[in-house]
């Protein structure tokens, strides 16, 4: 079931923007305003009817310096619970050093126990030569290439107020030592339910790869909070043994106000 990994996956698959792909020999310097050191996303995963496991998503609050330069420390957890844990038991741990200026992934860290299965891989990114070791094997990388979670934090600076229904934009990422292009279709703007209030959202569809996960591929959806934080609020997709929902349970730490509706 790995629902973990599927989460991540889907939380990558939010808009991310092809004017960030530049090529330069220079890093380049990026605002901001989206996020700061102490957030935390708290997130339930359900499959079908079942709360199916967690998943927490924070940035640390120290920074750390990787290479000589200043880092967001960033953290994911997955973790099954109830019934799950006695027949799918899930731990997984994922790491990101993201560099604070150009917002590229400078080390990664997975640590993946699933089911009884367990499996490790580091990274270290070097973005001035374009390549990166993952588990002792070098790669080669386009610029400013990012990796599993530093591609879902720099995908929340995007500007998105003028997005047009039907807009594909794509990013490039490093996963499982390939270069992937993650392509995303902009559908509409919304209104959202959730546990933490109903809020405005914009609605993106990602173009998945059908046969390995997904029978479709435009079965995967993900509203995010139409403002300056751009936090995934809700994640949902079917896939080849049923559906998985990945729903923000609480916050904190946002660098903004969150978008919630006031009133009825």
């Not at 640390?60 to 099954?80: A, C, D, F, M, P």
Request: charged share 25%; aromatic share 10%; glycine share 6%.
């Amino acid at each position: 079931m790995k629902t973990f990994r599927i989460a991540i996956y889907v939380a990558l698959a939010i808009l991310l923007p092809t004017n960030l792909l530049a090529q330069s020999t220079e890093m380049r310097t990026l605002d901001n305003t989206a996020f700061k050191r102490g957030e935390k996303l708290n997130y339930r995963i359900h499959y079908g009817l079942l709360d199916a496991g967690t998943a927490t998503i924070s940035v640390e609050s120290e920074t750390k310096q990787v290479n000589g330069r200043s880092t967001y420390h960033v953290i994911g957890l997955g973790n099954s619970t109830g019934a799950f844990n006695f027949f799918f038991k899930v731990r997984d741990r994922y790491e990101s050093f993201i560099d604070e200026k150009s917002m590229c992934a400078m080390v990664f860290t997975r640590h993946v126990d699933e089911g009884g299965f367990k499996f490790t891989q580091d990274q270290t990114y070097d973005q001035e030569y374009h390549k990166v070791l993952s588990n002792g094997k070098e790669h080669k990388i386009p610029s400013y290439v990012q990796d599993m979670l530093s591609s879902f934090y720099m995908a929340r600076l995007f500007n998105y107020a003028n997005e047009k229904p039907g807009k594909i934009d794509s990013i490039i990422t490093f996963v499982d030592d390939t270069v992937w292009t993650l392509k995303i279709k902009f559908i509409k703007r919304d209104t959202l339910e959730s546990d933490v209030g109903k809020i405005s959202c914009l609605v993106f569809q990602p173009i998945v790869q059908k046969g390995r996960i997904f029978k479709h591929d435009d079965d995967l959806q993900v509203w995010i909070s139409d403002d300056k934080n751009h936090v995934p609020i809700r994640a949902q997709a079917n896939i080849l043994v049923g559906s998985i929902k990945l729903d923000l349970d609480s916050y904190s730490g946002l660098a903004n106000e969150l978008a919630l509706v006031k009133g009825k």
